[in-house]
């Protein structure tokens, strides 16, 4: 639930002068308790989303279902009623990628045309949250089949990263209303998918959390698939803190025969954090390189212990992945065969790219499938040897650039690589990822902190991401709120 007041106080995280609002804003875990308390009802919780949404010009969303929402929440309260427990995301609002299936809404995947019926099908990650009482509120803007991480979609739309008072900048993608979504405050949690960044480019982008998960460890299904061997679902939330929390309790009904230990968040004392030498590092903005800097320095001040290592597997998992070939034989091959005919009517910033994919020879597919098992081995051998509990990088090396700016086709291509080449590495190589606001950049767009796990560590993960937010602040605490949202929601304070 969130409040906003305007807020005149020093503008100690900003190089411009946009007016600066403070955001008040209740953690999931408290508002799903008062919804199941019957404090509040799950209906006051979408009644404000939809006074959110009708007071943004965002454009987060590719169909908004107030009354679909409004019935969710009637079923909440109503179990409320009957002395029954809705589950720990009560009342909790979701927005939903237009990759996923959800009865009763039409799905597009970013495309000029509406996918069949069949592809409605609810799959694992929207049956749970369902199960475990939020409220489905929307779907939200995705890159055409989710194959790009700039967030641009000349067909149905690309939301406004909220961030630039002026210019209509890019969200980051493929998830790309998703961080807008929260911004805007219709949702309290945003369902993403992340096969190569595409939680962590729009997390980054947008100045909120993301989290990828170790690959394989939620089923996929009822999501358009772009890579079978590297997609994965997951989510956005304005704190690790909300992040944590949802992903444990989701994660009961992934491994219900195996649940999570439930343990206090750490210290970030003692926590060895290792700073690759890598084009992760030598390939971001000196800006923003040094916003990361400075944030992991606050950590170090806090205690915990920065190492530089070398990790030559993170760059050679990065090119292969930019090499595309993995990626986009998976994606050509899953749409000849899914969605027959269809790749004459992608736009040229996805169907071009995918002729690569006729290119790639069997021999080399297979290649790439076992170089990345190689470079994990190795990587994590590293690891292990040197002790290492995370590994630091910027999210996205580049400020997420003006809509204009990509008109040309090898522009849009050269920034798409850019902002995939952050966040591609830990793909390959099957580790888990969080990415949380480290601070603003030249331009006054936020800037992500990506801290990088063990393969199967993502509640440690998550626990030690709780522990470095607690030390850096919250999105907000850190970074203000974005100008435009206080230009939309300041006329709904009173509500």
């Avoid at 989303?49 to 009708?54: G, W």
């Avoid at 009957?82 to 996923?100: E, F, H, M, N, Q």
């Amino acid at each position: 639930m969130v409040d906003i007041a305007v807020d005149r106080a020093p503008q100690t995280q900003r190089a411009f002068s946009f007016p600066v609002y403070t955001m008040q804003r209740e953690s999931i875990q408290r508002s799903a308790a008062r919804v199941r308390s019957g404090k509040i009802t799950a209906r006051d919780l979408v009644d404000r989303a939809i006074r959110r949404h009708q007071a943004s010009d965002l454009g987060a969303y590719i169909v908004f279902d107030a009354q679909g929402a409004r019935a969710q929440a009637a079923a909440v309260d109503a179990a409320v009623s009957r002395g029954d427990d809705p589950g720990p995301l009560a009342g909790i609002t979701v927005s939903v990628k237009d990759l996923y299936g959800v009865e009763g809404l039409p799905i597009r995947a970013g495309t000029k045309r509406e996918l069949p019926p069949r592809w409605q099908r609810e799959g694992f990650l929207v049956r749970a949250v369902r199960q475990l009482g939020a409220v489905i509120v929307g779907k939200t803007h995705t890159v055409e089949l989710a194959f790009g991480g700039v967030g641009l979609n000349p067909n149905t739309g690309t939301p406004v990263n909220p961030w630039d008072a002026a210019d209509h900048r890019v969200p980051g993608g493929s998830s790309s209303g998703a961080g807008v979504s929260l911004w805007e405050g219709s949702a309290m949690l945003a369902l993403g998918s992340d096969t190569g960044g595409s939680v962590r480019i729009p997390a980054s982008a947008t100045g909120v959390v993301g989290h990828r998960h170790t690959t394989g460890r939620w089923p996929t299904t009822g999501v358009v698939p772009l890579s079978t061997t590297l997609d994965t679902v997951g989510l956005l939330t304005h704190t690790v803190d909300d992040s944590r929390y949802a992903f444990r309790a989701i994660d009961r009904l992934a491994h219900p025969a195996n649940p999570p230990t439930r343990h206090e968040v750490p210290s970030v004392g003692g926590l060895r954090i290792a700073t690759p030498r890598s084009g992760l590092w030598s390939g971001a903005t000196p800006d923003i390189a040094a916003t990361v800097h400075g944030a992991l320095s606050e950590l170090e001040h806090a205690g915990a212990r920065l190492l530089e290592i070398d990790a030559p597997e993170l760059d050679e998992a990065g090119d292969r992945y930019l090499d595309g070939e993995l990626v986009q034989p998976e994606r050509f091959e899953s749409l000849e065969r899914d969605l027959p005919g269809w790749t004459a009517i992608l736009d040229p910033t996805v169907g071009k790219r995918l002729e690569s994919a006729r290119d790639v020879s069997a021999v080399d597919y297979v290649a790439v499938l076992r170089l990345r098992h190689r470079l994990s081995a190795s990587l994590h051998a590293r690891l292990d040897t040197q002790r290492i509990d995370l590994i630091a990088t910027p999210t996205l090396p580049v400020t997420p650039p003006p809509v204009p700016a990509l008109s040309q086709l090898d522009v849009y291509r050269a920034v798409n690589r850019d902002m995939l080449s952050g966040t591609g590495p830990a793909s390959m190589l099957d580790m888990c990822a969080v990415s949380l606001p480290a601070g603003l950049d030249g331009h006054g767009m936020p800037v992500g902190l990506q801290l990088i796990g063990r393969t199967g560590t993502d509640h440690d993960l998550l626990d030690r991401a709780s522990a470095a937010e607690s030390v850096l602040g919250t999105n907000v605490e850190r970074l203000g709120v974005p100008p435009r949202v206080g230009r939309a929601q300041v006329a709904t304070m009173q509500d």
